[in-house]
């Protein structure tokens, strides 16, 4: 079991260009989820998703975008990179709701650390 | 709206000290989460523990222990005996319209031998 993985670990990255940055987990974990985490602060939520093909909005989704196909991967796009990106991307992973209200613990990927110069 | 704080930006103990890292929430949610999370110098996020707010009781792992107080809105971590390798910072997070999370800015421990 791989977990949570993330690639890559290290960007750098133009004002203005984009990427794709990548998770995947090997849990059948139907929750995922994007955190970004600006140094010295605690993690933001920027987009999660509760099973393929179902995305929403978190605390602080401007300049992203993300698509759900498979249980598997959830990937989040940059778009027009900005100096205001640069931090570190978390994803992570849970357990569907076993009952209204359950709420599981989430696996975390190593982080991908984007630099936007 | 629901809000995390963790008044001690960063704590200093010598090893073997005993030591208490504080949360405090707000929420309007009659059920929820708490969780601590450990991020090690290496960057990692590693699960410690998940509280449900209709369970009150104390929790104690090794030389972990955490007290939750509803009535204080407080979920405070101590670690019994500290160690080098506690030196990281830790997270108390809240969970809030289902599984989404709001974390706290986080405490950032130092255990100096």
């Known amino acids: 079991n791989a977990g949570v993985t993330q690639t890559p670990k290290f960007r750098i990255l133009k004002i203005g260009q984009s990427m794709t940055l990548q998770c995947t987990q090997d849990?059948?974990?139907?929750?995922m989820y994007w955190y970004r985490q600006d140094p010295g602060m605690g993690l933001k939520l920027i987009y999660y998703s509760v099973g393929a093909g179902i995305t929403d909005k978190g605390e602080v989704p401007n300049g992203y975008n993300v698509s759900r196909s498979t249980t598997e991967d959830f990937p989040l796009r940059l778009e027009l990179a900005a100096p205001s990106q640069t931090s570190v991307y978390f994803c992570?992973?849970?357990?569907?709701?076993?009952?209204?209200?359950?709420?599981?613990?989430?696996?975390f990927g190593p982080g991908t650390r984007l630099t936007v110069t | 709206a629901q809000k995390v704080t963790q008044a001690q930006t960063e704590i200093s103990v010598v090893e073997k000290e005993d030591v208490t890292l504080d949360c405090v929430y707000e929420?309007?949610?009659?059920?929820?989460?708490l969780f601590w999370y450990k991020q090690p110098p290496s960057g990692e996020l590693v699960f410690l523990i998940r509280?449900?707010?209709?369970?009150?009781q104390n929790e104690i792992s090794g030389r972990y222990s955490w007290n939750f107080q509803k009535s204080t809105s407080s979920f405070n971590f101590t670690i019994t005996a500290s160690q080098v390798v506690d030196s990281a910072v830790y997270f108390c997070?809240?969970?809030?319209?289902?599984?989404?999370?709001?974390f706290g800015q986080g405490t950032e421990l130092s255990v100096k031998p």
């Open positions: 997070a809240l969970s809030y319209q289902g599984g989404k999370l709001i």
């Open positions: 992570a992973s849970s357990y569907s709701l076993l009952r209204a209200g359950e709420v599981d613990e989430q696996y």
């Open positions: 849990m059948n974990h139907n929750y």
């Open positions: 929420t309007r949610d009659t059920t929820y989460y």
């Open positions: 509280r449900n707010s209709f369970d009150e």
